[in-house]
């Protein structure tokens, strides 16, 4: 898993002595064990997934879905601890949940929600349908004054958008009737708001996408 645990002394000699080593366990822990020094190893069988890239990240967490998940974050024993942010409670609005999970502080006016996360703060407009896909959310709200400024698109996910198979980073700003579709059938892309990898489409942090924008799989 990555987790190694040293006294200090014992490391520093360790990466004095080898100053080209790049890895713990390929090279520093048999140098180590070569050495005769004093090296335990526990045997880990609980949960644990590789997260290393785009689409292991997004497996992962829409895993979470499920209805009793590998990964349980209702479980009595192994309990998750997260910070207490006081927020008010998630609010919804003529949406259809399925196999979803949704933070506190939410506000869902969506048509659709199918096997997907909304992170914290999050904000979906009416009409919308997002499915398989991670909503991180935002770390403040916008007044109301900010979100009827001007022509700015407010923070959040707009009204008749439909995302599927997508990451959305934090204080994202999607305007409506915007279409986001991730396939495997699309090929590697990088643009100024947005990444396609592996056929998921990642709307990086702070993007703004305006009304009508097609990102990804058309058909």
Do not use: Q
């Amino acid at each position: 898993m990555g987790i190694y645990i040293f006294n200090r002394p014992a490391l520093r000699a360790l990466l004095n002595e080898n100053p080209n080593a790049v890895d713990f366990g390929k090279e520093l822990i048999p140098d180590s064990i070569n050495r005769g020094m004093k090296v335990a190893s526990y045997a880990y069988d609980g949960y644990w997934t590789d997260i290393g890239d785009i689409r292991s990240f997004y497996e992962a967490n829409i895993a979470l879905t499920s209805d009793i998940p590998e990964f349980n974050l209702f479980d009595n024993k192994n309990r998750i601890y997260t910070r207490a942010r006081l927020l008010p409670p998630a609010k919804f609005s003529g949406v259809t949940f399925t196999n979803s999970i949704v933070a506190e502080g939410s506000i869902v006016h969506a048509k659709l929600i199918e096997n997907s996360l909304l992170g914290i703060r999050s904000r979906v407009g009416y009409g919308t349908i997002i499915k398989n896909s991670y909503l991180m959310g935002h770390d403040y709200y916008e007044s109301l004054e900010e979100m009827s400024a001007g022509n700015k698109i407010p923070m959040g996910i707009g009204r008749d958008c439909y995302i599927e198979n997508a990451i959305i980073d934090k204080h994202v700003r999607v305007g409506d009737n915007v279409l986001i579709r991730g396939n495997d059938k699309l090929a590697d892309e990088e643009h100024e708001h947005y990444v396609i990898k592996k056929g998921i489409v990642v709307l990086n942090k702070n993007a703004v996408i305006p009304d009508g924008t097609i990102i990804g799989y058309k058909n």
